[in-house]
């Protein structure tokens, strides 16, 4: 009994306050959540144009015979525009996202001492808490998160599962798979509107491929002038998947140095390339930096899955993107998320380890 109180204690001093709970005192905001500089400008951001918006690609006409090529040239002016597009047509029906959202809620909702049981271990990855400080002085994001390995199912750290709502692990199971086949449509979909072989950036990723799930949940903030849902960032993933909030937006991508709105389409999931495509495809796709606002009313909750190659898998550009009018734009890299959450803090991107000076 002793010995499980004193852990419990480390994990709460690990954690800090949650931002759930920092919400409930919204007169005294820790500094480390403002950003002096903010602004309105962080809600005042654009909303593209219709004609110039994000595209939104059907994946049904993307892998039927009669309708792929066009759809797959939409896809190829969407990654090399916006490094993302919006994905309808996945096969997942609205009553299933609806269900994914809400066991999502549901642990968010339960009561501290039930989170708690799941909370990140020190130094672990995978768990529930908030935003992991890693440096001095960091800004903190306006979150609360579950970070989660689901794909290998077996590598998973069961110890921080949710077994609460009892429908969770089913649900993300289910959730999981379908992503899985979607991952492999989407990286086939991507080489082939590159006109490389389809199963190239499949290969890349090599076997021992893995997915990690992220819930982000975004307490309703008093200060959205001047706190940050997630700070400036860009994915270290091959590919992400985004379930948006099906009513409350929050998603921003900076693009030819403004930052951008991403819509609400209640039902598409948001793909974007990651590092790791931006490196394979020598640039032609760039992973978009991306960052997420809040609301002073609304709470605001996202699912992003990310797939990951092989950590032993030396990644490099595809060697048929590289040629005179081209060069190798991007050194070989192994291992990119080891390197990835020391740049993304200190507000670096990891990127620039592996991008060629021309
Ligand atoms: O919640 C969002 O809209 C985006 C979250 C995100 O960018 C991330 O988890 O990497
Ligand atoms: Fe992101």
Redesign the pocket.
């Known amino acids: 009994m002793a010995e499980s109180q004193s852990l419990a204690s480390v994990e709460l001093q690990i954690l800090g306050k949650t931002v759930q709970e920092l919400a409930l005192n919204p007169e005294n905001l820790p500094k480390s959540y403002i950003h002096e500089q903010g602004g309105a400008g962080f809600r005042d951001a654009l909303l593209p144009s219709e004609s110039e918006g994000i595209p939104v690609v059907d994946l049904h006409l993307l892998t039927s015979p009669s309708t792929a090529q066009q759809e797959l040239a939409k896809l190829h002016y969407a990654l090399s525009t916006w490094g993302c597009f919006q994905a309808i047509n996945h096969g997942m029906p609205s009553s299933f996202l609806d269900k994914v959202r809400e066991v999502s809620k549901q642990f968010f909702d339960l009561p501290k001492e039930e989170k708690q049981k799941y909370a990140r271990e020190p130094n672990g990855l995978e768990g529930y808490g908030n935003d992991q400080i890693l440096i001095q002085n960091q800004r903190l994001d306006w979150?609360d998160?579950v970070y989660l390995k689901v794909q290998p199912e077996d590598q998973g750290n069961l110890k921080v599962w949710p077994q609460k709502p009892n429908e969770f692990g089913s649900t993300i199971f289910e959730y999981t798979k379908n992503l899985k086949l979607l991952t492999e449509v989407t990286l086939k979909a991507i080489a082939n509107s590159l006109n490389l072989e389809k199963d190239c950036f499949v290969k890349e990723c090599g076997e021992k491929d893995t997915m990690f799930l992220?819930l982000?949940y975004?307490p309703a903030c008093p200060m959205p002038d001047h706190v940050l849902?997630?700070k400036p960032?860009a994915?270290g993933s091959s590919i992400?998947f985004?379930l948006?909030?099906k009513e409350v937006e929050?998603?921003q991508i900076l693009k030819d140095n403004h930052w951008f709105k991403?819509p609400i389409i209640p039902d598409a999931l948001?793909i974007n390339v990651g590092d790791q495509i931006e490196i394979m495809s020598n640039g032609i796709f760039q992973s978009p930096v991306?960052?997420?606002v809040v609301n002073a009313e609304k709470e605001?909750l996202?699912l992003?899955m990310?797939h990951i190659p092989d950590s032993e898998k030396v990644i490099k550009p595809v060697e048929k993107l590289v040629n005179e009018s081209r060069p190798k734009l991007y050194r070989p890299v192994k291992d990119y998320v080891g390197l990835y959450f020391q740049y993304y803090q200190q507000g670096r991107r990891p990127i620039e380890a592996s991008k060629i000076e021309l």
């Open positions: 979150t998160r992220r982000n975004y849902g997630v960032h994915d992400t985004l948006q909030d929050g998603l991403v948001v991306h960052r997420v605001r996202t992003a990310f």
